[in-house]
């Protein structure tokens, strides 16, 4: 109930809670406060045992809050119970006051454990499959009564002929009868749900119970079967046979979708208006069949649980003189002869052995006249497509890009079967033929590839002959060739068409068939919303109710997204013809031009992925096969192998229900046929004008557990499966404006506790006017608007009162209230009663007024007798009391002595005791006060170290702000610094060089120097060891004369050289001094550059080390020219200049440890 004041309080309503392991569950409301509900939940032994029985077999009960917000309306959904919270159920769910989800659950499964599989909602039949044979509802006598009940003996003007009738598919199929008969109408029963819910069987059911209805009204047990009824009838075995295998969701699992098409032959001369029963019986003529999206992929393998389709193993299962008159090879074989087929454990389907379905495969096959030639022809096409599953492909020696056949036996065997050459058919897989412009030429395949052309030629030919057997039936059946003897138009008959149609499907990867399912749920769900909505239409019309009240949502947007012009169909067609289309680049595309639609859902994750809103739910797809799925192609040299087949069916180009194949869909040579998506989608499209031709009624197949136990529902599943059928959209569209509705009187009689007290003008007789006048005033605080836009929480129709949403919770919740207060005043008067009665009040003054006058005395005797007694006894008493008293006081003071002696001494103690723990209490308290009080001082102090802290820290941040400020322009300035830091360097790196070069130079000169001085020194050695000679040649020259002479000539000669050396000297000396006066320019430049640095440098340490640098260069150069200059000063006079130059180049480069102030020095 919701979380509105006015439902707030104690109102102890059954309603279901949401649950996340089963679905929806049964509590009971206690209170509602701030949109939250507080609910008493039962617990149940297990899942089966949930039900609604108010918590009596629950074994126990917790109490918990729920959250309203996520509940429509923010109001729990209410049980339909009982006041003792026994759940009612509903044949027709139409009937349920609260109709939701939780409630069509509930009804559901109490109906399904009952044994009762059948449900109605207005048109639609809700079958729930029992996973057990009730025979007593498909008995004869049942389809009579049906028949009688809702086609032979329900008048035209009848309002609903079903009213009192136990809901069964028996009704749609009487009823499209009735249709087709009185209405002029073509009908349609549109069976749908997921996979082993029970479609088929139920089409089977149907369409014998509309063969039994055609008889007409005196139907006669057993007498002969009308032939066409006949083949009709066993046309669907037969298709089982072919279409149907072993799944591990059902054994007998229908691998594609079916609508048959029943033609009835109708009486022309139908009188208007009135009902001739004589002339109203439609007959039997014939019917047709369309096969929808065949899994074709099942022929090539299967999950070794499941099987292929039943026919390859009837085959294999028939008699071995059958077995070898189709075909020498099968002679000896088994399931396991054949990789296509393989082992099973299944020995039986619905109650048959495959060698039993096999004889009624074979016999049908001649009943609907595919005996024969025919049937030989059949059988060996499917023994080419098992064949085909024992080829085996190798690599050509010598060249894995080439293949052969490996197994030539098997080869040569189903070149036996095709009727073609071996090395053709070998060529046919191992070679593609490629075509360019007026060249054709052959391809070798791989192994791998040839494989799969196998497969895929399998498939084809299996695909070929289901649309050839199709094809075959309708040749036998359709009513335009054998309703006596031919000759009417197909138009010329009436038709109802039996849809069995695989339901949505919504796995954990869901691939391209998913879509195609899904695609085809979604236009049938289009068309079931139109029906609800119309019915609903004419409901309110009906009723006398505004139509302007029905809102719903239909799925426009998502069949927009599927089948519009940029479309998922379109986009995936288009890179299907594409020469380089991929999957990726359909969802890229796919998601780029429909991304403006509500139903796209982008998979982020994952770029091969997209997902769709669905009217059902969302379904993410995996596209990864999408593009080659759809084109499903074979390739040419296939396919013109299969055209010189002399078995027909393989052979066959285009059978009839096959859309003809149009001009290549990708423009490649070697690639051929329309794609999957065009063609499903025309015969859809074909499909839904066929149906919306005719009068449509809905069969939901729910298969209410997924081990297909008896008497078993599991909550999810079926809520999901509900979901999923359009059944809860079909209970919101009916809904919409007004959720509940109930019939007058019921209405007037639950809610007349409610009754005002000032009510009672409205006429007595008028249960309308009386209904309107109680919730006028039972709902006027729900009354919205004013004026003329007056809505009230209510509408009264003709035959039923409508209310809006939140509307009858509020009336059930102060019913309740209303039946506290009823329930306090009946309880009062027969307590009342109960007590009076006891005291005899009543009886008594009865029993007077009819007694007798001797009774009187009697009565007056005795009373007086008694009085006297009375009083002897009360006078007795008294003294017995007084003398009691006296006793009790006496003994109460021995006891009290007594007890105080023995007492008084424990007393003390405890006194004591007690004295010491009070004096430990206030001691304690003291403490405790003190401990109190220094707590205060702490948290004081705390409090004011907190706030001084606090006070530091916004300083520190002001100085911090300061300090980012400052830091800024110190960032500015170091960034200035850091590029005359790089200019240093490498200037100092430059000086560094040069140094070394000048180093160098100052070497090669020393060692010259050195040179010459020897010479010198050689020099004056010679000379002095000359002028010596010289002294003694004068000493000997007299003696001498021409030897003085030569040596005279000598020393002139010596002292020549000298001269020459002492010019050699003096030009070196030069020389070097050039040189020092270059090292002197180099150092002042030093110095000039070393003062640049400190002008401009703010980094003391790189100043430092560049004035220590310059220092060292210029001590280096001082020292070395003192050693020069003292070599210098013993060799020659000459060396003064160097001196005088060497004084000079001493550099002043300031003083290093005050760099500013040295600035103008250092300039
Ligand atoms: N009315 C019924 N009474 C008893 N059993 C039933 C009924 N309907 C279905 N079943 C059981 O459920 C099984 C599955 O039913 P059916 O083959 O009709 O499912 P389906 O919906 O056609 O599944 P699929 O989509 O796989 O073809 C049947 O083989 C049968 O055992
Ligand atoms: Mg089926």
Same mark, same amino acid.
């Given at each position: 109930?919701?979380?509105?004041?006015?439902?707030?309080?104690?109102?102890h309503?059954?309603?279901?809670?949401?649950?996340?392991?089963?679905?929806?569950?049964?509590?009971?409301?206690?209170?509602?406060?701030?949109?939250?509900?507080?609910?008493?939940?039962?617990?149940?032994?297990?899942?089966?045992?949930?039900?609604?029985d108010?918590?009596?077999?629950?074994?126990?009960?917790?109490?918990?809050?729920v959250?309203?917000?996520? +509940?429509?309306?923010?109001?729990?959904?209410?049980?339909?119970?009982? =006041?003792g919270?026994?759940?009612?159920?509903?044949?027709?769910m139409v009937?349920?006051?609260?109709?939701?989800?939780?409630?069509?659950?509930?009804?559901?499964?109490?109906?399904?454990?009952?044994?009762?599989?059948?449900?109605?909602?207005?048109?639609?039949i809700?079958?729930?499959?029992?996973?057990?044979?009730?025979?007593?509802?498909?008995?004869?006598?049942?389809?009579?009564?049906y028949s009688?009940? $809702?086609?032979?003996?329900?008048?035209?003007?009848e309002?609903?002929?079903?009213?009192?009738?136990?809901?069964?598919?028996?009704?749609a199929?009487?009823?499209?009868?009735?249709?087709?008969?009185?209405?002029?109408?073509?009908?349609?029963?549109?069976?749908?749900g997921?996979?082993?819910?029970?479609?088929?069987?139920?089409?089977?059911?149907?369409?014998?119970?509309?063969?039994?209805?055609?008889?007409?009204?005196?139907?006669?047990?057993? =007498?002969?079967?009308?032939?066409?009824?006949?083949?009709?009838?066993?046309?669907?075995?037969?298709?089982?046979?072919?279409?149907?295998?072993?799944?591990?969701?059902?054994?007998?699992?229908s691998?594609?979708?079916?609508?048959?098409?029943?033609?009835?032959?109708?009486?022309?001369?139908?009188?208007?208006?009135?009902?001739?029963?004589?002339?109203?019986?439609?007959?039997l003529?014939?019917?047709?069949?369309?096969a929808?999206?065949?899994?074709?992929?099942?022929?090539?393998?299967?999950?070794?649980?499941?099987?292929?389709?039943?026919?390859?193993?009837?085959?294999?299962?028939?008699?071995? /003189?059958?077995?070898?008159?189709?075909?020498?090879?099968?002679?000896?074989?088994?399931?396991?002869?054949?990789?296509?087929?393989?082992?099973?454990?299944?020995?039986?389907?619905?109650?048959?052995?495959?060698?039993?379905?096999?004889?009624?495969?074979?016999?049908?096959?001649?009943?609907?006249?595919?005996?024969?030639?025919?049937?030989?022809? $059949?059988?060996?096409?499917?023994?080419?497509?098992?064949?085909?599953?024992?080829?085996?492909?190798?690599?050509?020696?010598?060249?894995?890009?080439?293949s052969?056949c490996?197994?030539?036996?098997?080869?040569?065997?189903?070149?036996?079967?095709m009727?073609?050459?071996?090395?053709?058919? #070998?060529?046919?897989?191992t070679?593609?033929?490629?075509?360019?412009?007026?060249?054709?030429?052959?391809?070798?395949?791989?192994?791998?590839?040839?494989?799969?052309?196998?497969d895929?030629?399998?498939k084809?030919?299996?695909?070929?002959?289901?649309?050839?057997?199709?094809?075959?039936?309708?040749?036998?059946?359709? *009513?335009?060739?054998?309703?006596?003897?031919?000759?009417?138009?197909?138009?010329?008959?009436?038709?109802i =068409?039996?849809?069995?149609?695989?339901?949505f499907?919504?796995?954990?990867?869901?691939?391209?068939?998913?879509?195609?399912?899904?695609?085809?749920?979604?236009?049938?769900?289009?068309?079931?919303?139109?029906?609800?909505?119309?019915?609903?239409?004419?409901?309110?019309?009906?009723?006398?109710?505004?139509? /302007?009240?029905?809102? +719903?949502?239909?799925?426009?947007?998502? !069949?927009?997204?599927?089948?519009?012009?940029?479309?998922?169909?379109? !986009?995936?067609?288009?890179?299907?013809?594409?020469?380089?289309?991929?999957?990726?680049?359909?969802? @890229?595309? *796919?998601?780029?031009?429909?991304?403006?639609?509500?139903?796209?859902?982008?998979?982020?994750?994952?770029?091969?992925?997209?997902?769709?809103?669905?009217? *059902?739910?969302?379904?993410? &797809?995996?596209?990864?096969f999408?593009?080659?799925?759809?084109?499903?192609?074979l390739?040419?040299?296939?396919?013109?192998?299969?055209?010189?087949?002399?078995?027909?069916?393989?052979?066959?180009?285009?059978v009839?229900?096959?859309?003809?194949?149009?001009?290549?869909?990708?423009?490649?040579?070697?690639?051929? =046929?329309?794609?999957?998506?065009?063609?499903?989608?025309?015969q859809?499209?074909?499909?839904m004008?066929? !149906?919306?031709?005719?009068?449509?009624?809905?069969?939901?197949?729910?298969?209410?557990?997924?081990p297909?136990?008896?008497?078993?529902?599991?909550?999810?599943?079926?809520?999901?499966?509900?979901?999923?059928?359009?059944?809860?959209?079909?209970?919101?569209?009916?809904?919409?404006?007004?959720?509940?509705?109930?019939?007058?009187?019921?209405?007037?009689?639950?809610?007349?506790?409610?009754?005002?007290?000032?009510?009672?003008?409205?006429?007595?007789?008028?249960?309308?006017?009386?209904?309107?006048?109680?919730?006028?005033?039972?709902?006027?605080?729900?009354?919205?608007?004013?004026? %003329?836009?007056?809505k009230?929480? +209510?509408?009264i129709g003709?035959?039923?009162?409508y209310?809006?949403?939140?509307?009858?919770?509020?009336?059930?919740?102060?019913?309740?209230?209303?039946?506290?207060?009823?329930?306090?005043?009946?309880?009062?008067?027969?307590?009342?009663y109960?007590?009076?009665?006891?005291?005899?009040?009543?009886?008594?003054?009865?029993?007077?007024?009819?007694?007798?006058?001797?009774?009187?005395?009697?009565?007056?005797?005795r009373?007086?007798?008694?009085?006297?007694? $009375?009083?002897?006894?009360?006078k007795?008493?008294?003294?017995?009391k007084?003398?009691?008293?006296?006793?009790?006081?006496?003994?109460?003071?021995?006891?009290?002595?007594?007890?105080?002696?023995?007492?008084?001494?424990?007393?003390?103690?405890?006194?004591?005791?007690?004295?010491?723990?009070?004096?430990?209490?206030?001691?304690?308290?003291?403490?405790?006060?003190?401990?109190?009080?220094a707590?205060?001082?702490?948290?004081? #102090?705390?409090?004011?170290?907190?706030?001084?802290?606090?006070? %530091?820290?916004?300083?520190?941040?002001?100085?911090?702000?300061?300090?980012?400020?400052?830091?800024?322009?110190?960032?500015?300035? &170091?960034?200035?610094?850091?590029?005359?830091?790089?200019?240093?360097?490498?200037?100092?790196?430059?000086l560094?060089?040069?140094?070394?070069?000048?180093?160098?130079?100052?070497?090669?000169?020393?060692?010259?120097?050195?040179?010459?001085?020897?010479?010198?020194?050689?020099?004056?050695?010679? #000379?002095?060891?000359?002028?010596?000679?010289?002294?003694?040649?004068?000493?000997?020259?007299?003696?001498l004369?021409?030897? @003085?002479?030569?040596?005279?000539?000598?020393?002139?000669?010596?002292?020549?050289?000298?001269?020459?050396?002492?010019?050699?000297?003096?030009?070196?000396?030069?020389?070097?001094?050039?040189?020092?006066?270059?090292?002197?320019?180099?150092?002042?430049?030093?110095?000039?550059i070393?003062?640049?640095?400190?002008?401009?440098?703010?980094?003391?340490?790189?100043?430092?080390?560049?004035?220590?640098?310059?220092?060292?260069?210029?001590?280096?150069?001082?020292?070395?020219?003192? *050693?020069?200059?003292?070599?210098?000063?013993?060799?020659?006079?000459?060396?003064?200049?160097?001196?005088?130059?060497?004084?000079?180049?001493?550099?002043?480069?300031?003083?290093?440890?005050?760099?500013?102030?040295?600035?103008?020095?250092?300039?």
């Amino acid at each position: 109930m919701g979380g509105d004041d006015e439902t707030k309080g104690k109102n102890h309503a059954f309603v279901y809670i949401a649950s996340k392991d089963y679905a929806w569950i049964p509590a009971t409301l206690l209170d509602t406060d701030k949109g939250k509900a507080h609910v008493e939940v039962p617990h149940y032994k297990d899942e089966q045992s949930i039900v609604c029985d108010g918590g009596a077999s629950a074994s126990k009960k917790t109490k918990e809050w729920v959250d309203l917000k996520k +509940y429509p309306n923010k109001v729990l959904p209410l049980q339909n119970v009982t =006041g003792g919270g026994q759940l009612i159920e509903y044949p027709d769910m139409v009937d349920i006051p609260f109709l939701h989800e939780a409630g069509i659950l509930f009804n559901l499964k109490l109906r399904h454990l009952r044994g009762r599989p059948y449900t109605r909602t207005g048109d639609i039949i809700i079958a729930i499959n029992p996973f057990q044979w009730f025979t007593e509802l498909y008995t004869e006598k049942k389809q009579i009564m049906y028949s009688n009940r $809702l086609v032979w003996e329900s008048t035209h003007t009848e309002q609903d002929p079903r009213r009192g009738l136990e809901p069964h598919v028996y009704e749609a199929s009487a009823l499209v009868y009735r249709g087709l008969a009185f209405d002029r109408e073509d009908q349609s029963i549109l069976v749908s749900g997921e996979s082993g819910a029970g479609k088929t069987e139920t089409v089977k059911i149907c369409m014998n119970h509309i063969a039994s209805v055609q008889k007409g009204r005196d139907i006669k047990s057993g =007498g002969e079967i009308d032939p066409v009824v006949r083949r009709v009838l066993n046309s669907n075995p037969l298709l089982e046979a072919f279409g149907n295998a072993k799944t591990t969701r059902n054994d007998n699992s229908s691998r594609f979708g079916k609508y048959t098409q029943l033609q009835f032959h109708r009486p022309e001369d139908e009188m208007a208006g009135s009902i001739d029963l004589a002339n109203t019986i439609c007959k039997l003529a014939g019917s047709k069949c369309e096969a929808y999206l065949l899994e074709k992929n099942r022929v090539t393998g299967h999950e070794d649980v499941e099987r292929t389709y039943h026919i390859f193993y009837q085959i294999l299962a028939a008699p071995d /003189a059958e077995k070898t008159k189709l075909w020498d090879g099968l002679k000896g074989t088994d399931f396991n002869s054949y990789k296509y087929v393989g082992d099973t454990d299944t020995k039986k389907i619905e109650g048959m052995t495959d060698a039993q379905h096999f004889e009624k495969t074979r016999e049908t096959l001649e009943l609907i006249h595919l005996g024969g030639d025919k049937y030989t022809m $059949l059988m060996r096409a499917i023994l080419v497509v098992m064949q085909t599953g024992n080829l085996t492909f190798g690599p050509r020696e010598g060249d894995s890009d080439k293949s052969d056949c490996t197994s030539k036996k098997e080869l040569k065997g189903l070149a036996e079967l095709m009727g073609v050459p071996e090395d053709a058919l #070998n060529k046919a897989f191992t070679e593609r033929t490629m075509k360019t412009r007026g060249e054709t030429y052959k391809v070798p395949q791989d192994a791998k590839t040839a494989k799969e052309s196998a497969d895929a030629f399998a498939k084809e030919v299996y695909g070929k002959l289901f649309l050839w057997l199709v094809s075959g039936i309708n040749e036998a059946t359709k *009513a335009e060739k054998n309703f006596e003897g031919g000759g009417l138009a197909s138009s010329d008959f009436g038709i109802i =068409g039996l849809l069995d149609i695989f339901g949505f499907e919504s796995f954990l990867i869901n691939r391209f068939e998913q879509l195609c399912i899904n695609y085809a749920n979604e236009k049938l769900q289009q068309k079931f919303t139109e029906d609800i909505f119309r019915s609903v239409q004419a409901e309110y019309i009906e009723e006398g109710i505004a139509l /302007a009240e029905i809102t +719903y949502d239909d799925n426009t947007d998502v !069949l927009d997204l599927i089948e519009g012009r940029t479309g998922l169909c379109a !986009l995936l067609n288009e890179e299907c013809v594409r020469p380089k289309g991929s999957d990726e680049a359909f969802v @890229n595309k *796919a998601l780029a031009q429909n991304k403006k639609s509500p139903c796209i859902v982008v998979n982020h994750m994952d770029r091969m992925s997209f997902g769709i809103h669905h009217y *059902a739910g969302k379904v993410m &797809y995996s596209a990864e096969f999408f593009v080659v799925r759809n084109q499903d192609t074979l390739p040419t040299d296939v396919e013109e192998l299969m055209q010189i087949s002399t078995n027909e069916i393989v052979s066959h180009v285009a059978v009839d229900n096959e859309p003809a194949k149009a001009k290549p869909g990708r423009q490649k040579s070697n690639i051929v =046929g329309k794609t999957i998506w065009t063609k499903y989608k025309t015969q859809l499209a074909t499909l839904m004008t066929d !149906l919306r031709k005719t009068t449509s009624r809905y069969i939901r197949c729910i298969k209410p557990n997924k081990p297909k136990k008896p008497s078993v529902m599991e909550h999810v599943g079926t809520v999901e499966q509900l979901r999923c059928a359009g059944v809860v959209a079909a209970v919101t569209i009916t809904r919409s404006a007004f959720p509940n509705r109930l019939d007058h009187a019921p209405a007037y009689r639950r809610f007349l506790p409610l009754k005002p007290a000032a009510a009672g003008k409205a006429d007595k007789n008028d249960i309308k006017a009386l209904l309107a006048e109680l919730m006028d005033s039972a709902l006027a605080s729900l009354v919205q608007g004013e004026g %003329e836009n007056t809505k009230k929480a +209510y509408v009264i129709g003709k035959t039923k009162i409508y209310f809006r949403a939140g509307a009858m919770e509020y009336l059930e919740s102060e019913r309740l209230k209303g039946c506290d207060k009823w329930a306090v005043i009946m309880q009062r008067v027969y307590r009342g009663y109960c007590v009076r009665k006891k005291l005899g009040g009543i009886n008594g003054y009865k029993m007077q007024a009819k007694a007798p006058k001797a009774i009187t005395i009697q009565c007056w005797y005795r009373q007086l007798a008694a009085k006297f007694k $009375l009083g002897r006894l009360r006078k007795k008493h008294k003294e017995k009391k007084k003398k009691a008293k006296k006793r009790v006081r006496a003994a109460m003071k021995i006891q009290a002595c007594g007890r105080g002696y023995l007492v008084r001494p424990k007393f003390k103690k405890k006194l004591k005791l007690m004295k010491e723990r009070e004096r430990l209490k206030k001691l304690a308290n003291d403490l405790e006060e003190k401990v109190r009080e220094a707590e205060m001082k702490r948290l004081q #102090n705390v409090e004011a170290a907190r706030e001084a802290a606090e006070n %530091e820290i916004e300083e520190y941040k002001e100085v911090v702000r300061e300090e980012l400020k400052s830091d800024k322009e110190k960032q500015k300035k &170091y960034a200035q610094q850091q590029t005359l830091i790089d200019e240093s360097s490498n200037i100092i790196e430059f000086l560094r060089r040069e140094n070394t070069k000048l180093k160098n130079q100052s070497e090669g000169m020393r060692k010259d120097f050195k040179e010459l001085k020897d010479n010198n020194k050689r020099l004056q050695e010679e #000379n002095e060891a000359a002028t010596s000679s010289f002294t003694a040649l004068n000493d000997h020259a007299k003696q001498l004369n021409v030897k @003085n002479a030569k040596l005279i000539t000598n020393v002139q000669e010596y002292k020549k050289k000298l001269e020459g050396l002492k010019d050699d000297l003096k030009e070196k000396q030069s020389y070097y001094i050039a040189e020092a006066e270059a090292r002197l320019a180099a150092q002042k430049r030093m110095a000039a550059i070393v003062g640049t640095i400190q002008d401009k440098c703010r980094d003391p340490q790189l100043i430092e080390d560049a004035v220590i640098m310059a220092l060292e260069c210029e001590a280096e150069a001082k020292a070395e020219r003192a *050693a020069l200059d003292a070599q210098d000063g013993k060799s020659a006079p000459a060396t003064g200049t160097t001196a005088a130059v060497a004084d000079d180049d001493s550099t002043d480069y300031g003083d290093i440890s005050s760099d500013e102030d040295s600035d103008d020095d250092s300039d």
